[in-house]
């Protein structure tokens, strides 16, 4: 009885740690891949033959080990389009960096299965096309930086959705349209200069600089309904002008009556 218990624990164990190792074994394949079907000019330290990824460049594991986080492979000469079903098998990826080399064709559509997906860097390379239309795929996308590429079309709304966006970097593109509105409160820094952005910039986002904003045909009104004031897109808080002259009137007579009491 109590050799078939042991047995049995040894088994489960057994069973568990195979399950961990085939996750890292199909990352592993899905790794391999993806770098042999995709030029690169700097030479990596991914060994096919050794049992693992253990200690490849620019992977970071999680925790127990089991599964790969986190690609950061910045610079290393990756040319021409990601292969299809390749980084996006990686569905506990967590944080993926490619920027600063000559990727080029459309955002991978299959990244939608990367749903954990929280840090995307692929600034400086050469993505073109549309982005992608629906972003609520990435509940959990933090920080996202598409500058420096070709990518045309329009912002899609769905980015809105993104709460808990913190960084937004769609700079250097040839994006047009107007800029959706994007009420997300976490969002820290966005930056659309030098595209060919159209209409205003949404309240929403009037809180940011306008360099946020510049080399694009945008104007900086509020086409919305203006209360008594906003944030001035040159920095500090202002107030409309129309409604400036009525206030001042108000904290005028305010004062006055202030001092007519102090003064009895
Ligand atoms: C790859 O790894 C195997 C075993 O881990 C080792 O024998 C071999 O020398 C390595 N090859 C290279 C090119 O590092
Ligand atoms: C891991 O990589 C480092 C540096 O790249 C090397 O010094 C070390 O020997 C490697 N360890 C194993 C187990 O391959
Ligand atoms: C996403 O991350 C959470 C927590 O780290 C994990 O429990 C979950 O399995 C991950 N999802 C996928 C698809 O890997
Ligand atoms: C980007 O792609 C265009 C068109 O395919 C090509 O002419 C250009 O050389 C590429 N630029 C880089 C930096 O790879
Ligand atoms: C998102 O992050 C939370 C915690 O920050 C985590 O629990 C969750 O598993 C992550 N992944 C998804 C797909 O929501
Ligand atoms: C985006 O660029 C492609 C290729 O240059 C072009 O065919 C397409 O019409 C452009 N889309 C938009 C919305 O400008
Ligand atoms: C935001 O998410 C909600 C619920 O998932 C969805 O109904 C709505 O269409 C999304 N908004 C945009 C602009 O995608
Ligand atoms: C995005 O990339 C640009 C260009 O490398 C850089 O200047 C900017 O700081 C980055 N922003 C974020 C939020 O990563
Ligand atoms: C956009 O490109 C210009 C000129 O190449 C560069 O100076 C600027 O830093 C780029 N902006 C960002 C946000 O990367
Ligand atoms: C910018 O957008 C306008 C339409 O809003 C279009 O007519 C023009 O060709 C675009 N310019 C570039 C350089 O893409
Ligand atoms: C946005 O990027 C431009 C360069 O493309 C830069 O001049 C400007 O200062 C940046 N603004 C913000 C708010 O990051
Ligand atoms: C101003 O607000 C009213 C009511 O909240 C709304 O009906 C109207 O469409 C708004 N006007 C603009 C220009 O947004």
Request: aromatic share 10%; hydrophobic share 40%; proline share 5%.
């Amino acid at each position: 009885m109590g050799a078939l218990y042991i047995f049995s624990w040894i088994y489960l164990l057994g069973l568990f740690l195979l399950q961990g190792n085939a996750t890292l074994l199909e990352d592993k394949q899905s790794l391999l891949d993806f770098i042999n079907n995709m030029r690169h000019s700097r030479s990596l330290n991914w060994n096919e033959t050794s049992p693992v990824c253990n200690n490849w460049t620019g992977l970071t594991y999680d925790a127990d080990g089991s599964r790969i986080i986190a690609v950061r492979l910045p610079g290393i000469g990756l040319t021409g389009p990601i292969p299809a079903n390749t980084i996006s098998r990686l569905s506990g990826l967590q944080i993926l960096s490619l920027r600063s080399n000559s990727i080029s064709g459309h955002f991978p559509s299959d990244f939608s299965n990367l749903r954990n997906l929280s840090f995307l860097y692929l600034q400086y390379n050469n993505f073109s096309g549309p982005l992608p239309v629906d972003f609520s795929f990435w509940k959990n996308l933090t920080i996202v930086n598409l500058s420096n590429n070709r990518f045309n079309g329009s912002i899609p709304s769905s980015v809105s959705n993104l709460t808990h966006l913190e960084a937004f970097n769609l700079a250097n593109n040839s994006l047009s349209g107007e800029i959706p509105d994007m009420n997300l409160p976490s969002l820290q820094q966005i930056n659309l200069s030098n595209n060919n952005l159209s209409g205003s910039v949404p309240r929403s986002l009037l809180r940011f600089p306008s360099s946020a904003f510049g080399g694009n045909n945008i104007s900086f009104e509020s086409t919305s309904n203006q209360t008594s004031s906003y944030v001035d897109p040159h920095g500090g808080p202002y107030l409309t002008s129309k409604k400036s002259g009525k206030l001042g009137e108000t904290a005028l007579l305010a004062i006055i009556i202030m001092v007519c009491v102090l003064g009895i």
